[in-house]
T-cell receptor
Framework: GAVVSQHPSRVICKSGTSVKIECRSLDFQATTMFWYRQFPKQSLMLMATSNEGSKATYEQGVEKDKFLINHASLTLSTLTVTSAHPEDSSFYIC?????????????????FGQGTRLTVV | EDQVTQSPEALRLQEGESSSLNCSYT??????LFWYRQDPGKGPEFLFTLYSAGEEKEKERLKATLTKKESFLHITAPKPEDSATYLC?????????????FGRGTSLIVHP
């Protein structure tokens, strides 16, 4: 299947600093990527939809000035957590969808990065 | 509002004991239902996409089915390595975009 690479896998930062997380599609072009946040034993919460060449679409309750998303190319989207605080500590995951022709129809599959464990101290 | 409900929240099985996980959904304009497997500390791993009622897909010991209101993930003769959290997601169309909504997952533990 398609590969989505997310970096870093773990990061610890001091309160008040900013952290950038990268999400790359390695073997396909992704015009749309999604950013999720996941708390322990909880499901994935969609934060925003990242669109190549345009502004991201944020879900209700997600601060766009705090979680900056840049989708500068068809293979790279970045999420920057600005002025991080301990409550921002979480598991952040990106994903991209691929639509392919298989068995005489279009099939959409979504692939996820490995996730980034952010700890703000 | 689109909703996805997975049950049970947690499931413990003995090795070889077959069972099913449920994913109930209410969504307008369903474009696909996804099943994923997630191991602790890792991103979800894609398993299946289902598009229409009556569709079935299989992969090794897993079989996914879809009706108009729910999907089942059947696990036949599970092994300890099948232990993971299984997530269900539906993708609906919102405006011009396809927005995925996830359930909370079912945590499966298979004892040897």
């Amino acid at each position: 299947g398609a590969v989505v690479s997310q970096h870093p896998s773990r990061v610890i930062c001091k309160s008040g600093t900013s952290v950038k997380i990268e999400c790359r599609s390695l073997d396909f072009q992704a015009t749309t990527m999604f950013w999720y946040r996941q708390f322990p034993k909880q499901s994935l919460m969609l934060m925003a939809t990242s669109n190549e060449g345009s502004k991201a679409t944020y879900e209700q309750g997600v601060e766009k000035d705090k979680f900056l998303i840049n989708h500068a190319s068809l293979t790279l989207s970045t999420l920057t957590v600005t002025s991080a605080h301990p409550e921002d500590s979480s598991f952040y995951i990106c994903s991209a969808t691929v639509t392919i022709w298989r068995r005489d129809k279009w099939n959409t599959e979504a692939f996820f990065g490995q996730g980034t464990r952010l700890t703000v101290v | 509002e689109d909703q996805v409900t997975q049950s049970p929240e947690a499931l413990r099985l003995q090795e070889g004991e077959s069972s099913s996980l449920n994913c109930s959904y209410t969504v307008s304009g369903l474009r696909g239902l996804f099943w994923y497997r997630q191991d602790p500390g890792k991103g979800p791993e894609f398993l299946f996409t289902l598009y229409s009622a009556g569709e079935e897909k299989e992969k090794e010991r897993l079989k996914a089915t879809l009706t108009k209101k729910e999907s089942f993930l059947h696990i036949t003769a599970p092994k300890p390595e099948d232990s993971a959290t299984y997530l269900c997601a539906v993708q609906a169309r919102s405006g011009g975009s396809y927005i995925p909504t996830f359930g909370r997952g079912t945590s499966l533990i298979v004892h040897p």
